[in-house]
């Protein structure tokens, strides 16, 4: 439900920015577009690395609590945010810029997707951390922390190299 409530909320905005902005915003929004991808990438590459220090650490204890309020602050103050404004305003530029038009933009949207998808599997991570009831291992985690570098080695070359 959360995901259908946030997915119209995007289009909801996509659509208020289409009707309200205008393509003279372009330098402006570009610039929002990366401040919200850096502070994505950012929560993205740090909330792993949390939930690896939080496996070594008893359920209940003083310890574990503290990750979880680290692990939520992160995701609902700085992690869900910057997603948002990213997509909203990346899609906006997608079609005020190329129309989405472009094979290099099409394979970023495709990788943005699955970011978006890992973003999910960390979001419900938090909630099974917060509920002592995560499953996963320190090494799985260490793992999963080098999806979101991955992924992001890919965009910004496709973005500023554009392949194809």
């Known amino acids: ?10 289009a909801a905005a996509c659509l208020a920015l289409v009707l309200v902005a205008s393509p003279a915003w372009a330098p402006w929004l570009k610039a929002l577009h990366v401040i919200a991808v850096i502070s994505w990438m950012a929560g993205m590459l740090y ?6 220090y939080h496996c070594g650490v008893a359920a209940g204890s003083e310890a ?4 979880k309020v ?9 992690i869900n945010p910057a997603m948002v404004i990213a997509w909203i305003v990346g899609l906006w530029l997608a079609w005020v810029a190329f ?3 472009g094979g290099w933009l099409h ?3 495709a990788l943005v997707l699955v970011l978006s998808g890992l973003h999910g599997h960390f979001s419900a991570a ?6 002592d009831r995560n499953t996963r291992s320190a090494r799985y985690w260490r793992i999963m922390n080098e999806g979101p570098t991955v992924i992001m080695v890919f965009v910004v070359i496709l973005v500023i190299v554009k392949p194809f």
């Open 47 to 52: 909330l792993p690395r949390l939930f690896v």
């Open 64 to 67: 574990s609590e503290t990750f």
């Open 126 to 131: 938090v909630r099974a951390f917060a509920e």
């Open 70 to 78: 680290m692990e939520r602050r992160l995701l609902r103050a700085i």
């Open 1 to 10: 439900m959360r995901a259908v409530v946030s997915l119209l909320v995007v």
């Open 107 to 109: 394979a970023k949207l």
């Open 99 to 101: 129309r989405f038009q």
